[in-house]
């Protein structure tokens, strides 16, 4: 988080870096976000269905930290299209490979960190740290449903637990950001 706070690259990289710690989303939605998605005052971005790699809508819950970044970076692609507009006139999303090149500017090798990692370093820390129930985090990243009805009988969005969680999950990076470093935050052992 700290290396993310200090990237020097564009604002608009940077804020994409910071939310898909935030919001752990697949880096296709994330770098396909269009404004028109996005309800501050509801603090909720709505995926629609052709967005989603299961092609079901999918509602993500923003956490305080996730409006702020938001409002900063609305001044500078607010009145175009995309959230994370690409660099040649804001017609086309961010490019596939922006968060994967930033992340190896910061000098994360290929085998450390990826985009589609803040999905799984989320969905481990909000069940083995934070102790979320593993049904909120699945339905957080959209996953399918698992057993033999699925989907057909499992209708739930859970939506207050996981606006909860998700404001946990950013004030815990807040957390680590903040710490002292070299400070290692302890994962429980699994029996």
């Not at 985090?137 to 998700?166: D, K, W």
Request: hydrophobic share 40%; glycine share 8%.
């Amino acid at each position: 988080m700290r290396a993310i706070e200090g990237y020097k690259g564009s604002l608009v990289t940077r804020c994409a870096l910071r939310l898909a710690a935030l919001l752990f989303v697949r880096p296709g939605e994330l770098r396909n976000a269009e404004w028109a998605e996005i309800d501050l005052k509801a603090c909720e971005w709505r995926i629609p269905a052709e967005k989603m790699k299961m092609r079901e809508p999918h509602l993500v819950p923003l956490c305080r930290q996730a409006v702020d970044i938001l409002q900063e970076l609305h001044p500078l692609t607010g009145r175009g299209r995309y959230v994370f507009p690409g660099g040649r006139g804001g017609d086309k999303p961010l490019s596939s490979n922006a968060v994967l090149a930033a992340l190896r500017r910061m000098g994360y090798a290929k085998d450390e960190m990826t985009g589609h990692g803040f999905r799984a370093i989320a969905r481990t820390v909000l069940d083995e740290v934070l102790g979320f129930r593993p049904d909120f985090i699945e339905h957080q990243l959209a996953h399918a449903v698992q057993g033999a009805n699925g989907r057909a009988y499992n209708r739930t969005s859970y939506l207050p637990q996981r606006r909860e969680m998700m404001q946990a999950w950013a004030d815990y990076l807040d957390s680590l950001q903040e710490a002292e470093a070299g400070k290692v935050v302890p994962f429980k052992r699994s029996a």
